[in-house]
């Protein structure tokens, strides 16, 4: 990976948006975004803020946390370890 987030920046892939609900396929515009994903890569933190999370944690997160970036044609989100709202075990 060539993106390296910055201070307490997590760096996540989005799960993939179901495809299809009972039969019925559902078109792009009607998707809802996961709330879920894999963090890709962190930050170092910041002196205030140690940072917990780490890459391969599966994470929850706010339905707007986060900016939208693509690279290499994979969509991820960039947000602050702060809008994380928890890990999944």
């Not at 996540?12 to 009972?22: N, R």
């Not at 339905?63 to 989100?77: C, D, I, Q, S």
């Amino acid at each position: 990976m060539n993106i390296q987030p910055l201070a307490d920046r997590v760096l996540v892939k989005p799960a993939a948006a179901e495809e299809k609900i009972g039969g019925i396929i559902i078109p792009d515009t009607a998707k809802e975004k996961p709330l879920h994903g894999t963090i890709v890569a962190v930050g170092k933190g910041t002196k205030d803020e140690e940072m917990i999370l780490k890459a391969g944690d599966e994470v929850l997160y706010g339905k707007y946390a986060g900016t939208e970036l693509e690279y290499e044609g994979v969509k991820y989100l960039m947000m602050r370890q702060s809008d994380v709202l928890a890990i999944i075990k």
